[in-house]
């Protein structure tokens, strides 16, 4: 028996793609005799370090002292969340990950609702997120262009089977695709995560890796899947320049907040022929012409135009 069934874990049916659910129900009882302790442990999980912030809470490198080994654990305080949607959505952040079996995509281990917190316990997959890599080169100096198309490769092929599965990330950024040891990128963070065709009119992303479209909807709805691409695209272009490039591409400065008139801007700049290329062509010379033309397809202003995520993940560059 896991150490995860020791502590009464939620359980999540696994014997069909299609009936994989978290029991809300029992998830939303707390099982109260489960130790925790802030920052110092749940059952026979000790914590190590923060990894991060995830949409919904702080996540932790965990030892299970029992059976061994490390996971990795967010925890959200319950007396921090305002509303029963915001259970409901821890709820399905982990409906997502059970179904979702892809070497490119965190798993997910286990759900546990204790007195104080929730915890939802995933793979460890290191504590080296691409926002960090990215961070200890030169600020316009981006990845080697080998290593860059390998990551992307793997990145644009696990969205294309989260998009054939019917679900959007909805949040893709830097700091939510890890690499591991093995230099192995995985996407994680799916708290934003929506069906497709989910009639979403709100903002959503983090900017400046959102899509027009989903920056400033308007009430609008969008196509989820064409925005995620978009956001891929963004991904790709920090890849191979280097931190606040998107920032340096349109002339703003460096973590310029998000208004209507950075998406307005955003949107002539790339709606205006050679802008996008030339920019990339400043820094990446030669190695720009092959990749400016995926870029621009990801990138363009009619989603109706915009390429797919499987068509990019199979895009020779």
Known sequence: MSNFARMAQVEIDKSDVNANSLNVDQFLQPQWWIPEVDGVCVGDHRFLQVLGEGTHGRVYKVADQLCGGFNAVKVIRKNRLKSMDEVYGIAGECNTLAWLKHPNIIQ?????????????FMEFAGNISLHNVLQTRDEQIGLDLKIARQLFNQIADAVAYCHWHG?????????NIVINEDGTPKIVDFGLALKLGWPVGNPRGTWPFTAPEAAWPCGRPWDLAKADVFSLAAVLIEMLCGTDKLFRMFGWMSQTPLNLCRVQEMV???????????????ELGNGALNIAPMITGMMNVIPLKRWSAKVAASFNW
């Open 167 to 175: 679900l959007a990330h909805c949040d893709l950024k830097p700091q």
């Open 268 to 282: 002539a700049y790339l709606a205006t022929p050679g802008f996008l290329t030339t920019s990339l062509s400043s």
């Open 108 to 120: 997910l281990r286990g759900a546990v609702h204790a007195n104080q917190n929730f915890y939802v």
